[in-house]
Every structure is written in C-alpha cells, then in structure tokens.
T-cell receptor
Framework: GQQLNQSPQSMFIQEGEDVSMNCTSS?????WLWYKQDPGEGPVLLIA?????ELTSNGRLTAQFGITRKDSFLNISASIPSDVGIYFC?????????FGEGTQLTVNP | NAGVTQTPKFQVLKTGQSMTLQCAQD?????MYWYRQDPGMGLRLIYY???????DKGEVPNGYNVSRLNKREFSLRLESAAPSQTSVYFC??????????FGPGTRLTVT
C-alpha cells in the first residue's frame, strides 16, 4: 500500500524561529494536504495543494507540492506558542487519504 | 470539528467486551470515514463509506465492523475488544478538500 514518510518526528524550537517539515511518498499523489491537530482535538485542514510545483500560503504557513509529485513541504515562519501541535501531511488518491506519521511541534516562549 | 459529533468521548473496556462508537454529521456529506490514531503512526483508515448503504475496508479493518445507518450516521463496532485496539478513534466527513472535517475523537482504552 501507499506509505508516507514524514520528518522530522518532533521539533523543539524557540518562539520566533522558522520551521520546516516534509513528507515523501513511494507513490504519486494528485493532491497534497497539510493538517494541524491541537491537543485533544481532531485534525484541521491548513492547506491543500493540487499541482506539481505549486506554492501556497496561509498566513505564516507556506506549503509546496514537490515537482516529482511524491513529496511536499510545509514551512512555518516566525513561530508563536499557539503553533504547538501535531502537523500531518496527507496524500489524496481518489476519495481516500493516506496520512504521514505526524510532526510534533513544541514552541518555547 | 463543526458539524461532526462522536460519542462517547472516553471509554474503558475490558478485553472481550463489545461497544459501538457513533459518528453523526449535520452537513449532508456523502463520504464518511473511521480512523485510528496511534503514537508515531499517524491516522490509519479502518473503514469508509462513500455513500449511504455502502461501506468498504481501509488499511486496518480487522476486529471492526461498521454500519452506515443513514446519511447522517456511521458507526464503528468492536465485537470483542482487545488491548491492541486501545487508541484514539476519529470520524471524518468529506465533500472535497476544503469541505472535510474530523470529529473530536473517542479515546478508547482496553484493559
């Protein structure tokens, strides 16, 4: 089956720093999605990407759909304490999503 | 989590007991999904339902059954719970990327 490898597994950063995380796949996806999960909640969609090479921003978040269609990247600029949570990538194939393992982000004030 | 409810929020079972997790939506989406979330493993699809009356297996269906009672409700049943089924369970509804929502989750412990 399809697998997504997400890295890093966890990050500990200082407030104000920039953050980068990525996902790689053994298969091609037509859509890449990035989610954030706050403690005790379900994931919430942050950004959706539809074309190879596409770069999309949502506030301080920027995500890119890799040229090979097998990877995607998420950057968070000028992190703040409320950025704490687990970030997931997901690839869409038809009606099904395959999720990465998640990146646990901790931001120290 | 707007429009997606899950019950119960927490549950403790003993090995061998059965229970049903409920998911309900008020957004009229056709597609509904059940996932389990375990540390370091992301979200894994258990079962999904593309429309009322249809269900299909996902990655990890063993030990579970589902029922799409109507368009609003999609339930997940554990007939004989095992400790390996200790997890957080999420329901998701989907009608396109920016019209998809997860429920708040059910935290299940099997002792």
């Amino acid at each position: 089956g399809q697998q997504l490898n997400q890295s890093p597994q966890s990050m500990f950063i200082q407030e104000g720093e920039d953050v980068s995380m990525n996902c790689t796949s053994s298969s091609i996806f037509n859509t890449w999605l990035w989610y954030k999960q706050d403690p005790g909640e379900g994931p919430v969609l942050l950004i959706a990407l539809y074309k190879a090479g596409e770069l999309t921003s949502n506030g301080r978040l920027t995500a890119q759909f890799g040229i090979t269609r097998k990877d995607s990247f998420l950057n968070i600029s000028a992190s703040i304490p409320s950025d704490v949570g687990i970030y997931f990538c997901a690839g869409r194939s038809g009606s099904r999503l395959t999720f990465g393992e998640g990146t646990q982000l901790t931001v120290n004030p | 989590n707007a429009g997606v409810t899950q019950t119960p929020k927490f549950q403790v079972l003993k090995t061998g007991q059965s229970m049903t997790l409920q998911c309900a939506q008020d957004m009229n989406h056709n597609s509904m999904y059940w996932y389990r979330q375990d540390p370091g493993m992301g979200l894994r699809l258990i079962y999904y339902s593309a429309s009322e009356g249809t269900t299909d297996k996902g990655e990890v269906p063993n030990g579970y059954n589902v029922s799409r009672l109507n368009k609003r409700e999609f339930s997940l049943r554990l007939e004989s719970a095992a400790p390996s089924q200790t997890s957080v369970y999420f329901c998701r509804i989907d009608r396109g990327d920016y019209e998809q929502y997860f429920g708040p989750g059910t935290r299940l412990t099997v002792t």
